[in-house]
């Protein structure tokens, strides 16, 4: 059985769209520098656990679409890299303290499921989401994992 995860992305800086028009709809998920969210993509988050693709900072934020971890924790090599946006310089090669994983594109929900409509279902409740976790990767249990999808028409 797959995990399932929530991924949170502003749509300016790494979209579903841009996932989507990746090669293979494949790219690396960098620049995580949150220790516990950390944690999950090094030690939990899995090849085959299914991923809710979030939009955030937006007017309307929810889940867009749907991805699968195609390949579990690895060094985020982006600390590594002097010229890049997420350099870490206490982050080394042999001594890394940041961490990725690759998702694939699976699709677009037939619709969005918004983050208004998320609060307003009382079984969503205990969603980490909606519990003002600031955490840009979530764990979702089973049953929210469904919810949203018949909530989204799937």
């Known amino acids: 059985m797959p995990n399932y995860w929530l991924f949170k992305s502003e749509p300016s800086s790494f979209s579903l769209d841009d996932l989507k028009g990746r090669p293979d709809a494949t790219e690396h998920w960098d620049g995580v520098r949150n220790f516990q969210a950390r944690n999950f993509l090094r030690d939990q988050v899995q090849v085959g656990d299914l991923v809710l693709f979030y939009h ?7 889940v867009v679409g749907i991805a699968e971890v195609v390949r579990s924790g690895y060094p985020d090599f982006t600390a590594f890299d002097p010229n890049s946006k997420y350099f870490d310089p206490k982050s080394a090669p042999d ?10 594109f699976v699709r677009e929900l037939p619709r969005p499921v918004t983050l208004s409509e998320l609060k307003s279902i009382p079984e969503l409740g205990g969603m980490a989401l909606l519990n003002r976790s600031r955490l840009s ?12 999808m018949r909530l989204a028409g799937l």
């Open 56 to 62: 955030s900072n937006i007017a309307e934020p929810g």
């Open 95 to 104: 001594k890394p303290t940041w961490y990725m994983v690759d998702v694939r």
């Open 137 to 148: 990767i979530q764990p979702v249990r089973k049953e929210e994992w469904d919810r949203i």
